[in-house]
Nanobody, 125 residues
Framework: QVQFVESGGELVQPGGSLRLSCEAS????????MNWYRQVPGKEREEVAF????????KYADSVKGRFTISRDNAKNTVYLQMDSLKPEDTAVYYC??????????????????WGQGTQVTVSA
């Protein structure tokens, strides 16, 4: 059974930092790209970052480029998202998902249908 357990979200002031973690299970973690997404109520889930399965290269949404860093630890089946210089517009529920690269898309497509519960990040003074 594929599972994703996100953690690390909390209330933080603008300009602050957080490190999110996502522990995955039920599939061959090292064989998949890993994505971070975020979603706010009333809006579609948007891609934030992904890290490849091969050379661990990363790509970021323009809105977070230079502030967020994605990394992975295959020995722990875990992907991380270091978020610095946080802004109120970063407030969202953050999810991770395994990804499959698609030649016509900027970010990998979701590999599975089962999502985790997400972790709430709130950036507010």
């Amino acid at each position: 059974q594929v599972q994703f357990v996100e953690s690390g979200g909390e209330l933080v002031q603008p300009g602050g930092s957080l490190r999110l973690s996502c522990e995955a299970s039920g599939f061959s973690f090292s064989a998949y790209a890993m994505n971070w997404y975020r979603q706010v109520p009333g809006k579609e889930r948007e891609e934030v970052a992904f890290i490849s399965s091969t050379d661990h290269s990363a790509k970021y949404a323009d809105s977070v480029k230079g502030r967020f860093t994605i990394s992975r630890d295959n020995a722990k089946n875990t992907v991380y998202l270091q978020m610095d210089s946080l802004k109120p517009e970063d407030t969202a529920v953050y999810y991770c998902m395994a990804g499959i690269p698609h030649p016509d898309l900027e970010f990998p497509v979701a590999a599975f249908d089962s999502w985790g519960q997400g972790t709430q990040v709130t950036v507010s003074a």
